[in-house]
């Protein structure tokens, strides 16, 4: 059992306020994740030839600057940090994948949790109210966001096997259920050189819905082709650049309420996350249906 939660605001207005009206929701998940919690929040994108890495350093004391200072030397071009507690989101104008690279080398005590233009990314163990004190979560602005409480049932308590996961740029997922063909679907994907990082189900639905993005379909349509490929109780909500998506099982067994008005689209595990949201009274509410793929974008 575990809790998802995600908003999209339509009106400018508000997005300064993001992460303010976010908190209540993830802490209103608490029971069903007491475990560790995250979230990824989209900004506004970055421009040109920048994009942005989310870096988590754990409990490694790491020298941030000195850290900046060799990346700086090994590549050319513009790198600053943005420091949150023991996470940082770093902004460079290098090739982002050598990046990567080059922290996997050289900075073998950081761990790269997202790539994109638009996505940062925390998540970390501990209780959804600690974790959300710990990196200011209410400062937060952004157009959208993808959060999740985790209650762990089929693998450690670790920040590698919090949710939202990553794969390629700008894209998310979090999932409340159980996968029982992860080791299918992960053979299916590393003969086409697609690597995973945790033995966590939730990888493998992450990891295959890019892939078919990056094989041209759209959202929707790659969610669909997982009804084919992926077996098990969920509900999954995932977030891009633009977009939430949001589809249950065949079963839907795995709750999840939406709350669409003319300033936002909110989604939770149970309703009691949505309530303090302004103009909720009078919001479309509604479950998803079976196998149904719901999106919206900004």
Not at 8 to 34: A, S
Not at 97 to 122: M, N, P, R
Not at 176 to 200: A, C, H, Q, Y
């Amino acid at each position: 059992m575990c809790g998802i939660v995600g908003l999209l605001l339509k009106n400018p207005q508000l997005r300064p306020r993001l992460g303010e009206l976010m908190v209540p929701m993830m802490i209103g998940m608490t029971e069903r994740g007491p475990d560790s919690a995250g979230l990824a929040v989209f900004t506004q994108p970055v421009g040109g030839s920048l994009y942005k890495l989310s870096l988590y350093a754990g409990e490694n004391d790491v020298d941030w600057n000195a850290f900046l200072a060799a990346l700086t030397a090994a590549m050319p071009g513009s790198h600053e940090l943005r420091r949150a507690a023991n996470h940082s989101v770093l902004t460079t104008s290098a090739p982002p994948e050598k990046v990567e690279a080059w922290i996997e080398t050289h900075a073998t005590d950081l761990t790269v949790l997202s790539i994109g233009k638009s996505i940062d990314l925390y998540k970390d163990i501990g209780a959804p109210a600690e974790v959300a004190r710990r990196y200011e979560f209410a400062a937060l602005q952004g157009t959208h966001l993808v959060g999740h409480t985790r209650m762990a049932t089929e693998s450690a308590v670790t920040p590698a096997h919090a949710h939202p996961f990553t794969a390629g740029h700008d894209f998310c997922l979090v999932h409340n259920g159980s996968l029982s063909n992860p080791n299918l679907v992960r053979r299916k994907l590393e003969p086409l050189g697609i690597e995973f990082e945790t033995d966590n189900d939730t990888e493998a639905a992450c990891r295959y819905f890019e892939w078919r993005l990056r094989e041209g379909d759209d959202l929707p349509t790659a969610v669909r082709r997982g009804f084919e490929e992926l077996d098990g109780f969920y509900t999954f909500l995932m977030g891009t650049d633009s977009e939430l998506a949001l589809v249950r099982d065949a079963f839907a067994c795995k709750p999840a309420i939406v709350a669409e008005t003319d300033d936002y689209v909110a989604v939770a595990s149970e309703f009691r996350s949505l309530a303090h949201l302004p103009g909720v009274r009078n919001a479309k509410l509604f479950e998803p249906r079976p196998q149904e793929v719901y999106s919206w974008r900004i």
